[in-house]
């Protein structure tokens, strides 16, 4: 293989810079378009305003308004009696809230005796349940109005008179320990009286 001797001159890099005049010459030129006018000629605000000429006979109009075409104000024949017609569609019932009729007292009593929620949170209070909210209220406002009844018809006396033939003194110490401690006269015994 031959060598090659390397030379320092190359051949041409790049596009050979030309002088500004030749640049200015072979640049391309933008299309010369006449320019917008940007609003009213100088000194028009003080141009005196010239008036058009009037017909004579019309008034300016404004655009502003729409159609000048008159409306009549009553309609024709049937509209006028569709209207009479609705008018004549008043109610001839008048509407109210319904007002419940309230139940005898003996009917009352047997409703709360029989109402299944009430007899449920009964049972639950004699089991040593505490209730609260909505269940406490619904109970104290029907055991309220079941003790009203019962007065009412004098039944609540007649259950207190039964009980008071039924129960003896004797019974009622057995009964209650407190009552029985209260009738001993504990100064006999602790003074020597």
Known sequence: MTRIKKSRTTGPIGSRHKPAAEARQSRE????????????????????????????GQT???????SKKPIALHGNETEQQLL??????????????????????????AALEQDEKLLALVERVENGEILTGKDAKYFNSKTARHAELLTLLGLDDEEASDEAEQ??????????PLAQFERTDWRKDLLGE
């Open 29 to 56: 030129r933008p299309v010369e378009t006449k320019k917008k006018g940007a609003g009213l000629k100088s000194g028009s605000r003080n141009a005196p305003v010239q008036e058009k000429p009037q017909h004579s």
């Open 60 to 66: 300016n109009k404004d655009p502003r308004h729409g």
């Open 84 to 109: 009479q017609q609705m008018a004549d569609l008043k109610p001839k019932a008048q509407l109210a809230k319904v007002k419940i009729a309230p139940l005898a007292p003996e009917q009352e009593l």
């Open 167 to 176: 129960d003896t003194p004797e019974d009622i110490e057995e009964l209650d």
